[in-house]
């Protein structure tokens, strides 16, 4: 069954940092692509950021230049460095992997969400 437990989620100020990770079991992980994902109360769930199975990344225009997605296969996780947070950037997180790339693209056909961690930016 495929599982995603997301963690590092704080309350940062504006212009602080934070590394999210997301472990994933279930999946063969060396052959899926991972993205991160956000929801902020009373909005829809957005894509943030994707790493391809190849190591490729694309960053949603909100995450470019503030955002860095990485992953160890190694580990089955994948992470989100964030910095320069804005209190814009608060909401839950969530990551997801597929096998095609282009499925990352289309949050509303995903399934298996975890928990979410919870990113909060405020002074």
């Known amino acids: 069954q495929v599982s995603f437990v997301e963690s590092g989620g704080a309350l940062v100020q504006p212009g602080g940092s934070l590394r999210l990770s997301c472990v994933a079991s279930?999946?063969?992980?060396?052959?899926?692509?991972n993205g991160w994902y956000r929801q902020a109360p009373g909005k829809k769930r957005e894509l943030v950021a994707v790493?391809?199975?190849?190591?490729?990344?694309d960053y949603s225009n909100a995450a470019k230049g503030r955002f860095t997605i990485s992953r160890d296969n190694g580990k089955k996780t994948v992470y989100l460095q964030m910095n320069s947070l804005k209190p814009e950037d608060a909401a839950v997180y969530f990551c997801?992997?597929?096998?095609?790339?282009?499925?990352?693209?289309?949050?509303?056909?995903?399934?298996?969400w975890g928990q979410g961690t919870q990113v909060t930016v405020s002074s």
């Open positions: 279930g999946i063969d992980f060396e052959r899926y692509h």
């Open positions: 997801n992997a597929q096998t095609k790339v282009r499925r990352m693209y289309h949050t509303d056909g995903l399934a298996d």
């Open positions: 790493v391809t199975q190849f190591g490729n990344t």
